[in-house]
């Protein structure tokens, strides 16, 4: 098997503080990813969309990720952290790992942290890239007579996912994504410390700053970035000496949503001189993947008739489309008498399948189903990959109305509230070892 397995939060000391760590990928150049104003380390699994632009990133580079002190796995502390102090959480990290030099891409909040570290350490400092970013945070409330306000305003929200609509508008009136982003918001930071960081960055300003910054810098912004206005990218860039700057038309605030394949290319061609074409191994993809299969679908047939099986089957179908688009997964195919989905997301799967078991129960379709999470390869609209095999085999376990997973993906939905049975370890055809099988149940 060649499964992929999420990487393993572990922590650095940065004065006395554990900031929590992960890292993806040996290349031989080491990326930095310097988190917005707020992270969790292991909750942006569950985003659709973030594992994957990683593991693109791991291509070249060993990626490391991390949490700032106050936030998401790191420890909790009281009042705000000032950026010197969010500088020596960088330089922990990058002690811990054994990283002597490394490229920063600082994201939004992080790019103010990810300038100044390059402009005080720039021999630890290989390149500098800003996405989504400014030099002046007041500059992001423009609109507002009183920041101040609006951020205590904001503070009150904290938690309920309302601030979706900056980061996923295009998804603002989902209410799925609006719960996960809930969950994300209470997971990295309580209110309070939202508004204590929120109003110490009122201070950041760091435009006396970034003339001094020497090492190699790419500014890249969306112009249609709902949360930080293209603006304020423009003139970050602006004030960096030599930068260079690069707009995309469109997508959203968040880096790994949207069309991210020029932002990759763009990440690696200013890092190692070259930008990697297309090729078979790009076209593997981590995955969840679901196989469904309707229960006695030959007797059932046979019983209603041709006519009357079809128009069950078609409403069948429907209703898979609809509960896969509904937790964000890719309806792949339809087997005849099942489908085969996948996910960016195990929870996002598991849930589906158990949603759609349900609903396919009550128009008269038990169903089984199986899951399994691991490498899959693009093949024009379809998959194929021994991921795929194994979910197979996976749901040839499964009884009816029953929902089976593997380990794996057992082990990466832990703390996201499914709940699972032990069903034995089991040989799967043309697998090798043997298959510890669970029974999942929300």
């Not at 969840?288 to 006519?307: K, N, P």
């Not at 691991?374 to 998959?383: L, P, S, V």
Request: hydrophobic content about 45%; overall charge negative; glycine content about 10%.
């Amino acid at each position: 098997m060649n499964d992929f397995v999420l990487p393993v939060t572990r922590y650095a000391i940065s004065d006395d503080v554990n900031i929590a760590y992960q890292t993806l990928g040996d290349g031989p150049i080491d990326l930095i990813i310097v988190p917005g104003i707020v992270s969790h380390t292991d909750f942006f699994h569950e985003f659709a969309g973030y594992t994957a632009f990683l593991r693109r990133l791991s291509k070249f580079a060993r990626v490391i990720t991390f949490d700032k002190r106050g936030q998401g796995l790191s420890d909790r502390i009281s009042g705000a952290p000032s950026l010197e102090q969010r500088m020596d959480d960088v330089r922990a990290v990058m002690d811990e790992v054994g990283s002597s030099r490394a490229a920063l891409m600082g994201f939004s909040e992080g790019c103010a942290m990810s300038a100044m570290f390059a402009a005080s350490y720039p021999e630890r400092v290989s390149h500098l890239i800003c996405f989504g970013g400014f030099a002046r945070y007041a500059s992001i409330f423009r609109a507002h007579d009183d920041p101040e306000l609006a951020i205590l305003e904001s503070a009150k929200l904290w938690g309920t996912g309302a601030f979706v609509a900056g980061i996923f508008p295009k998804q603002a009136t989902n209410q799925d994504t609006a719960g996960q982003f809930a969950k994300f918001e209470r997971l990295s930071s309580t209110p309070g410390s939202f508004k204590a960081l929120s109003l110490l960055n009122l201070q950041i300003d760091i435009r006396s700053i970034l003339p001094t910054i020497r090492v190699p810098a790419l500014v890249l912004h969306r112009a249609t970035d709902a949360m930080i206005p293209v603006q304020l990218g423009q003139d970050l860039a602006s004030r960096i000496p030599d930068a260079k700057y690069i707009e995309y038309p469109d997508g959203e605030h968040l880096y790994f949503t949207g069309n991210v394949e020029a932002l990759h290319g763009d990440i690696e061609e200013f890092i190692t001189g070259h930008r990697e074409s297309h090729s078979v191994d790009l076209e593997r993809i981590l995955a969840t993947v679901l196989f469904t299969d309707i229960v006695d679908s030959t007797r059932s047939a046979a019983e209603m008739g041709d006519q009357a099986w079809r128009r069950l089957l078609d409403s069948h179908d429907q209703l898979a489309k609809q509960m896969i688009a509904k937790h964000r997964g890719i309806f792949v195919k339809s087997t005849g008498d099942g489908i085969l989905a996948t996910f960016d997301g195990p929870g996002r799967g598991v849930r589906c399948a158990l949603a759609f078991g349900t609903a396919s129960k009550q128009i008269g379709l038990p169903l089984r189903a199986g899951l399994h999470t691991g490498e899959i390869e693009m093949r024009g609209r379809d998959i194929g990959g021994i991921a795929v095999h194994a979910a197979a085999r996976v749901m040839a376990k499964s009884l009816s109305s029953e929902v089976l997973v593997s380990r794996v993906v057992t082990d990466l939905v832990a703390g996201a509230g499914l709940k699972f049975s032990e069903r034995g370890s089991h040989d799967l055809k043309g697998l090798p070892g043997r298959w510890d099988l669970f029974a999942a149940s929300s």
